[in-house]
């Protein structure tokens, strides 16, 4: 089944679902973008390890990295019959695991310059505090200082959005573009739940033509591969932050509209 909405869909942020996401986006991207640029270039996939909070619910049989023992039943030592409050409620464990994404690197071939950095915002890059939205900022400030262009795809709801002068408009996702012979702004283009994503442009050095992204595409040929129609219960409601009322109404529209809600 293809993806039900023209754009991004919100519930491909699960965060059990997202490094799945990531992974074969990025993948998508360096394919799409690596046919336009040979021979001059090439796209390389750097990839990189952080650590994000997963809960470990009955439904999440296995997480990496984490070991899940089930205790001995209690009894009293004295073996006298004991009343014991059952616990009113069990909640999901949250631990921190190691999770692997990536970054794409367009670097000339003849002598291994970085040119263009492209990044697709992972959550550990909006998450609050010095080892998450602090030093991501670090990097792409960086990135500024240097010759290279910078793409960024923030297709996450949560967490702080990267810094930008001015206010952001009220949409659920971006993506910006920094290039390194305009320093004194950034090209934003918002990204709003209705309408379908359209290309945006992969500056590569002077004198040559931009490359195009077609993020759209790459995100309708991810979800027909994956077949996350499957993974998906679009039933419920698509996870935090919640919508604005409007939106929210759309939506369910859409999914009624599909079969996907009844």
């Known amino acids: 089944m293809e993806k039900p909405f023209p754009g991004m869909d919100p519930y491909l942020e699960t965060p059990s679902l997202w490094p799945d996401v990531h992974h074969r986006l990025i993948t998508a991207i360096c394919d799409q973008i690596q046919s336009q640029i040979v021979p001059r270039y090439t796209a390389l996939i750097t990839p990189y390890v952080t650590f994000e909070s997963v809960e470990i619910t009955p439904a999440r ?49 003849r002598d291994q310059l970085l040119v263009t950095a492209i990044e697709l915002l992972s959550p550990a890059n909006k998450r609050p505090g010095l080892d998450g939205a602090d030093a991501y900022e670090k990097k792409r400030q960086d990135i500024f200082r240097s010759t290279a262009n910078l793409i960024e ?39 709003s739940l209705r309408d379908p994503i359209k290309p945006v442009p992969v500056p590569l050095r002077h004198p040559d033509p931009d490359a195009v992204l077609d993020l759209g595409q790459a995100l309708n040929d991810i979800y027909l591969r994956a077949r996350y129609d499957v993974q998906v219960d679009y039933r419920q409601p698509p996870p935090p932050p919640v919508f604005a009322p409007d939106d929210a109404a759309w939506l369910d529209a859409q999914l009624r509209e599909r079969g996907l809600r009844s």
């Not at 069990?90 to 367009?106: A, D, H, K, N």
């Open 61 to 109: 049989v296995a997480v990496p990295d984490v070991g899940i023992l089930d205790s001995e039943p209690f009894f009293p030592a004295s073996g006298a019959a004991v009343a014991v409050a059952p616990a009113p409620l069990t909640l999901p464990l949250t631990v921190e695991v190691p999770t692997e994404y990536g970054r794409i690197e367009i670097r000339s071939v």
């Open 153 to 191: 795809i923030d297709l996450l709801r949560n967490g702080k959005r990267p810094k930008v002068g001015g206010r952001l408009p009220d949409d659920p996702y971006f993506i910006f573009l920094s290039r390194a012979q305009r320093r004194t702004g950034i090209d934003t283009w918002p990204l």
